[in-house]
């Protein structure tokens, strides 16, 4: 994983240079997003994630990604579980949303 970020690393650094927001590298971790890198802008609104921390994929950006762009909506080999975590922080709680 260390190749991958430090590969990624340059490209972030240029894509937060020109957007000023948060920006992540991250991957699907069965209903998880795993966040391998973050760049943060200092004018970006301020997010709950951190390098190497993992948060439900639903109540993620990336994650929602990621399960939008998942062979039948659905993170790669897993399904969604009947009932979802919900931290404060996360808009949606019902499966039903996702599906």
Not at 6 to 22: S, V
């Amino acid at each position: 994983m260390r190749e991958l970020c430090d590969a990624a690393l340059p490209y972030l650094g240029d894509l937060h240079d020109a957007t000023q927001e948060n920006v992540h590298l991250a991957v699907p971790d069965g209903t998880d997003t795993l966040f391998l890198e973050k760049v943060t802008g200092r004018r970006a609104t301020p997010i709950v994630s951190r390098t190497g921390g993992r948060l439900p994929a639903h109540c993620t950006a990336t994650g929602k990604v990621f399960l939008a762009l998942a062979e039948d909506r659905r993170p790669p080999h897993r399904t969604l579980p009947a009932s979802l975590r919900a931290p404060s922080s996360c808009p949606a709680s019902s499966p039903a949303t996702w599906r």
